[in-house]
């Protein structure tokens, strides 16, 4: 997967649509977690709550998922713009099989995530330094860091959904459209007629859960009380997912003329 990763590098790194998307996510993450920080609650700034440490890992890994579609579509522009210059095709009659075509696609994904992911360690280790009460408890810096694996995992989940749509769709306008029509409505009415029982393990909604509120219980008493699986009981669904929306993926390209 490494040769494949270096191959993909080399169509990326000159693209400019791809760092144009990359620096607006990373700038759009910074003003939410800043903007977040900045809301009045019960007459007092949220944000000395907010940055502080351990509970920052679970906010910011809250805000960013609101951001998750960026990358999504940046995946799909990558795909379909391979098809309409028949680069997957040449790359074919070069020797590649389907399968690695597929490979190199997730190996970007996961190059993306991480980055992204690393990304949010920094920016939450920058705003919980700057904003830090209490210099006397150094243990508790990383204890609920492991909410920035769980956003990793959904921005794997998001990317392969979005792979798998514009390996079906093939055209970016409608690819896009169809993707954030399925994350941000379809999935929720379908949810709406749906027990909790059942839809907590919808896709969406699994990937969601990876990043809760962690003021769940205001947005309950606004919303009302439904059943959600935790991060860690959702973290092999979402996997699982992941896998499903790659396995798609290539027997899409299997079947297909390119």
Request: glycine residues 6%; hydrophobic residues 55%; aromatic residues 14%.
């Amino acid at each position: 997967m490494t040769s494949l990763l270096r191959i993909e590098l080399r169509k990326l790194l000159p693209y400019s649509t791809f760092w144009v998307l990359l620096v607006l996510q990373c700038f759009l993450l910074f003003i939410f977690f800043y903007a977040r920080g900045n809301v009045m609650v019960n007459g007092q700034m949220a944000g000395a709550e907010l940055y502080q440490f351990p509970k920052l890992w679970m906010h910011l890994a809250y805000v960013s998922s609101f951001l998750n579609l960026i990358p999504g579509i940046l995946i799909i522009i990558l795909i379909s713009d391979e098809y309409a210059f028949r680069t997957l095709r040449q790359q074919v009659i070069d020797g590649f099989s389907r399968a690695n075509l597929v490979q190199a696609k997730y190996s970007v994904i996961l190059l993306l995530a991480a980055l992204l992911a690393l990304y949010v360690v920094f920016l939450g280790l920058g705003f919980g330094l700057y904003h830090r009460q209490d210099t006397g408890n150094d243990t508790s810096m990383f204890s609920n860091v492991q909410a920035i694996f769980y956003y990793l995992v959904q921005l794997v989940g998001y990317m392969s959904l979005a792979m798998f749509i514009a390996f079906l769709v093939r055209k970016t306008g409608l690819a896009i459209m169809l993707f954030m029509a399925y994350t941000l409505v379809v999935e929720r009415l379908i949810q709406w007629k749906t027990p909790d029982q059942i839809d907590q393990y919808f896709p969406m909604k699994t990937l969601g859960a990876l990043t809760p509120n962690p003021h769940a219980e205001v947005e309950q008493l606004m919303l009302g009380v439904t059943e959600t699986l935790s991060p860690l009981q959702a973290l092999a669904p979402a996997i699982l997912y992941v896998t499903l929306f790659c396995f798609l993926s290539y027997q899409l390209l299997r079947s297909r003329d390119l």
